[in-house]
């Protein structure tokens, strides 16, 4: 292999270290926006078991018996319920609270990454072009 066929070659690393480096970046967002959405989509569904728990208490609480009726099960159910929400609820604020520092950070580099990036890749990857046309180097060759 010739220095100019390693030359190339090495471009063509670096072009693709690049796509790789801007795709894992917009991965990271969206693996933030789908832990929030599986969370608020946890906390949703145990709010609603929550109402449910606490509506089987009060009906419990309600009861017309001569006997006042043992709603203890449900007053556990509506406890430990209530306690499940309220972890998830923290895992969402924790969870909120790191992206706004990780977005705070990555903010800066945003447009490095949806604009600069893109046009340092195209312009690489037309300089890479060229320089094969300008060598006679058939087009993907290493």
Do not use: N
Request: charged share 30%.
């Amino acid at each position: 292999m010739t220095t100019v066929h390693a030359d190339i070659g090495a471009l063509k690393g670096f072009h693709e270290a690049l796509v790789r480096f801007r795709y894992a970046q917009q991965s990271g967002r969206d693996e933030i926006e789908m832990t929030r959405a599986s969370l608020a989509a946890k906390a949703s569904r145990w709010q609603a078991r929550l109402e449910q728990c606490q509506a089987e208490l009060d009906a419990c609480r309600a009861s017309d018996g001569e006997e006042p009726a043992d709603c203890s099960a449900y007053e556990r159910a509506v406890e430990q319920t209530g306690e499940r929400l309220e972890h998830i609820r923290r895992w969402q604020q924790r969870v909120d609270a790191e992206a706004s520092e990780f977005g705070g950070t990555a903010s800066a580099y945003l447009d490095l990454l949806e604009v600069d990036l893109p046009r340092a890749e195209s312009r690489l990857l037309a300089a890479i072009t060229s320089l094969e046309a300008a060598r006679g180097i058939p087009a993907g060759e290493p």
